[in-house]
């Protein structure tokens, strides 16, 4: 869709409440993301480092917690029906490992 190219910039740089809306997406869609076609559809995947893993998540490959400090993947559809915000939203992060050895419908 055709964004409206108007440059809102009020002086100085206080506020800008677009641009905070925007950093967590940022976070996720920046550094290293890229597109991986699998038997399922496409995949934006995404390295995260040690350093960058804080907290603790679940791995949906194998159930298992992926720890804080482990370096991983986070996983989300680049086709998803509802929208890429909503596919972030729904990411999920993988030991690299499982996300590697994943087996999808192909049998
Ligand atoms: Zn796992």
Same mark, same amino acid.
């Given at each position: 869709?055709?964004?409206?190219n108007r440059p809102r910039r009020p002086r100085g740089r206080a506020s800008q409440?677009a641009e ?7 976070? *996720? ?15 934006? *995947? ?7 893993? !804080? ?8 159930? $298992? ?8 993947? *986070? *996983?989300? !559809? ?21 996300? !590697? ?5 192909? $049998?």
């Open positions: 869709m055709p964004r409206s409440p905070h809306e925007a950093l967590d997406a940022d976070r *996720v869609l920046g550094g290293m993301a890229r597109v991986e076609s699998a038997g399922d559809g496409e995949w934006m *995947v995404r390295s995260v480092s040690a350093a960058a893993a !804080r907290k603790e998540y679940s791995c949906p490959g194998c159930g $298992r917690a992926v720890p804080p400090g482990n370096p991983h993947l *986070v *996983v989300w !559809r680049e086709d998803w029906i509802f929208g890429e915000a909503d596919a972030i939203a729904a990411r999920r992060h993988w030991h690299t490992a499982c996300w !590697r050895g994943r087996s999808f419908q192909n $049998r």
